[in-house]
């Protein structure tokens, strides 16, 4: 990466610049985009570029951020620019608050899995959205066991993550959030329609070229075989979406669309029993934490 011409392109002046995602940890594809924080404390969307064929997902930091959920996401991050070493300390004190951090955020995923359940559960047979709920509240559960095991969630590599952690009493919940997902129905044909949908639903959400890193990505997933991967991905990112929406309501509608994105189960003892068994997750992964 051209670090000097990218700070030209996207004109970021003399605010501290970092990178993170998993091009900064070695683990990308070649479909990753780069993801670059800019520190200008500016409270914006975050915005998409594309160069030459590789996409930058810019977003905005602030110097004085204190919520874990985003501090998370500074961890290791590469420095770019940061002529007053201002950047520098703030990755100083996440590194010596790393533990603290990550449980929070830990505590903080699991609490939204509980309320994602909760209503799946309590409106079970009158709400259109209930399999919805069930569907991000095991991506929640999710992103929970990924930084349990010091893994920042990674959408596009979490399932070979997951995969690849070692056994122990936390980890035994990968399956049942597995299953909830519905990994193992991932098809060639199935998951060209998830991606249709799930482009379409993030530019009704979005509103910018996240789509095209969706096509993108998916693309790749599909033709290296790696279909349960590209199956999760879609998944997480129309949970990511899903849950931006206000008044939902109010919008019926777009349960057409979620039902191909999320790949909706619509048999209400199945979601019962998802529910069921990821609400005991949420429970037990509450209370392993607290010992």
Same mark, same amino acid.
């Given at each position: ?151 920042? =969630?990674? =959408? ?31 098809? =060639? ?62 919008? =019926? ?39």
């Amino acid at each position: 990466m051209d670090v000097k011409n990218l700070l030209e392109k996207i004109a970021v002046k003399d605010y501290p610049v970092g990178m993170g995602g998993c091009r900064n940890n070695d683990h990308g594809y070649d479909c990753c985009e780069y993801d670059i924080t800019v520190f200008d404390g500016k409270k914006q969307k975050e915005s998409i570029l594309e160069y030459d064929g590789i996409f930058y997902q810019i977003y905005h930091g602030s110097l004085t951020e204190t919520s874990p959920d985003i501090l998370l996401q500074y961890h290791n991050m590469t420095i770019l620019y940061d002529e007053q070493w201002e950047l520098r300390i703030l990755l100083s004190k996440i590194k010596e608050k790393k533990e603290q951090i990550f449980n929070s955020y830990v505590k903080n995923c699991l609490i939204e899995a509980g309320i994602c359940i909760s209503k799946a559960k309590n409106k079970l047979g009158t709400d259109t959205y209930a399999s919805s709920w069930i569907k991000s509240g095991a991506y929640f559960i999710a992103d929970a066991i990924s930084v349990i095991n010091f893994q920042r =969630p990674s =959408p596009t590599h979490m399932l070979k993550f997951l995969r690849e952690f070692d056994k122990s009493k936390i980890n035994e919940f990968i399956l049942v959030v597995t299953e909830s997902i519905g990994i193992e129905r991932a098809t =060639p044909s199935l998951l060209s329609r998830m991606s249709t949908s799930t482009m379409g639903f993030s530019d009704m959400i979005e509103e910018n070229l996240h789509s095209k890193i969706i096509g993108q990505k998916s693309h790749y997933l599909k033709n290296h075989s790696l279909l349960s991967d590209c199956y999760f991905y879609l998944g997480y990112v129309t949970r990511n979406n899903f849950i931006k929406i206000q008044n939902l309501h109010r919008k =019926p509608e777009l349960i057409h669309i979620l039902k191909t994105a999320f790949d909706l189960e619509s048999d209400s003892t199945k979601i019962e029993s998802q529910a069921d068994k990821l609400q005991q997750a949420t429970n037990s992964l509450l209370s392993l934490l607290h010992k």
